[in-house]
């Protein structure tokens, strides 16, 4: 396929704790991120990839998630299972919904399957949880941004979530390449704490644009 991999930033050198190898995980390489505990609906139409989702749901593994661009394979990606497939075509196209479960660092494409395999290192997240004060103040700006862009925030969603930092990073305004940034970090804290920086810059954008849409609308010029 002439795909890959990007070189490891130097943060992944600082590995967490970390799982037995996955020698052979399926790679579905797409213009998205996925991270834990998110759910990817799928369109699968192309016959590779219906190979692919064929030994998936027969054997019941999962496989592995990871941005591209340019052709370049990101050095970690996300690992998803198939919750369920929600349509099935005449053709053999699918329609699934699948959930991402783990973290992984690529170590060695294979490319022995009419799909794209790898030998691949889950990384296990670290055990500590996030710091009260970093974790309330990420939460309170995500809920403040889901009020700026006219979403009704839910509370308990932070409460029912493990690690936040993978509950806020999908609805957060971040680009590609910062959702893949956000990917990469190793800690909970370091997360919150990225996704805690771009949001108060998000913040200020929205609430200034707001004030400005309202002089506007209420005397036709700014004062």
Same mark, same amino acid.
């Given at each position: 396929?002439?795909?890959?991999?990007?070189?490891?930033?130097?943060?992944?050198?600082?590995?967490?704790?970390?799982?037995?190898?996955?020698?052979?995980?399926?790679?579905?390489?797409?213009?998205?991120?996925?991270?834990?505990?998110?759910?990817?609906?799928?369109?699968?139409?192309?016959?590779?990839?219906?190979?692919?989702?064929?030994?998936?749901?027969?054997?019941?593994?999962?496989?592995?998630?990871?941005?591209?661009?340019?052709?370049?394979? =990101?050095?970690?990606?996300?690992?998803?299972?198939?919750?369920?497939?929600?349509?099935?075509?005449? &053709?053999? +196209? %699918? /329609?699934? !919904?699948?959930?991402?479960?783990?973290?992984?660092?690529?170590?060695?494409?294979?490319?022995?399957?009419?799909?794209?395999?790898?030998?691949?290192?889950?990384?296990?997240?670290?055990?500590?949880?996030?710091?009260?004060?970093?974790?309330?103040?990420?939460?309170?700006?995500?809920?403040?941004?889901?009020?700026?862009?006219?979403?009704?925030?839910?509370?308990?969603?932070?409460?029912?979530?493990?690690?936040?930092?993978?509950?806020?990073?999908?609805? =957060?305004?971040?680009?590609?390449?910062?959702?893949?940034?956000?990917?990469?970090?190793?800690?909970? &804290?370091? +997360? %919150? /704490?990225? !996704?805690?920086?771009?949001?108060?810059?998000?913040?200020?954008?929205?609430?200034?644009?707001?004030?400005?849409?309202?002089?506007?609308?209420?005397?036709?010029?700014?004062?």
């Amino acid at each position: 396929l002439g795909i890959v991999v990007a070189r490891a930033s130097p943060r992944h050198e600082e590995a967490n704790h970390r799982m037995p190898n996955f020698e052979d995980l399926p790679l579905f390489p797409l213009n998205v991120v996925l991270y834990p505990q998110e759910k990817l609906p799928l369109h699968i139409f192309e016959p590779r990839y219906r190979d692919m989702l064929r030994y998936c749901l027969e054997s019941k593994e999962p496989f592995g998630v990871v941005y591209v661009r340019d052709n370049e394979l =990101a050095t970690i990606g996300c690992t998803a299972r198939v919750k369920q497939v929600t349509r099935q075509y005449d &053709d053999g +196209r %699918l /329609d699934i !919904l699948s959930i991402g479960e783990t973290r992984f660092e690529i170590e060695e494409v294979l490319n022995e399957q009419t799909y794209t395999t790898a030998r691949v290192q889950p990384l296990i997240e670290a055990n500590e949880p996030a710091t009260p004060r970093i974790r309330e103040r990420a939460i309170a700006q995500h809920m403040r941004f889901l009020e700026l862009i006219r979403e009704k925030p839910r509370p308990e969603l932070y409460e029912r979530s493990p690690l936040t930092s993978y509950l806020i990073a999908p609805r =957060a305004g971040l680009d590609l390449e910062q959702k893949q940034a956000v990917l990469e970090i190793n800690t909970e &804290d370091a +997360r %919150l /704490d990225y !996704l805690s920086e771009h949001l108060a810059s998000m913040i200020k954008a929205l609430e200034q644009e707001t004030v400005a849409r309202r002089r506007v609308q209420s005397d036709g010029h700014f004062s």
